[in-house]
């Protein structure tokens, strides 16, 4: 994931050609704060459907459902699409890289777990 997330997502926000150290620091912090976001979308998504937000298993499939729409939507459509207008390279779209998929896949597991926990020990 390196030269995404070094190159490729600081790229997006303007940071092309900055130092190794620089894209290093601003690719995680933005990674970090799209996580942020997204993962707050979903804890409010999920108290919609009160089953998702209480109970393990349904936490959990809607978080895989939540990282593979993520995945196909924004890391496979919009960022390749949105690197390609901000930036001299010109990446595939869509891009479906297999371990940006399972990242995707883990990243809303974890989180379709951590709400249900969370709200168990309130």
Request: with cysteine; hydrophobic share 55%; proline share 6%.
């Amino acid at each position: 994931m390196g030269e995404v997330l070094f190159t490729a997502i600081p790229g997006m926000y303007g940071f092309e050609g900055v130092s190794r150290t620089v894209a290093i620091f601003v690719g995680w912090a933005i990674h970090l704060s799209h996580g942020t976001v997204l993962g707050l979308i979903f804890g409010v998504a999920v108290t919609v459907v009160p089953e998702c937000g209480e109970r393990l298993k349904y936490g959990f499939l809607a978080g895989v459902a939540y990282g593979i729409v993520l995945w196909v939507a924004l890391a496979s459509l919009l960022m390749p699409f949105w690197v390609g207008q901000a930036m001299s390279i010109d990446p595939p779209v869509p891009d479906w890289r297999l371990w940006s998929l399972l990242g995707h896949v883990l990243y809303g597991a974890f989180l379709g777990l951590l709400i249900p926990l969370y709200r168990r020990y309130e």
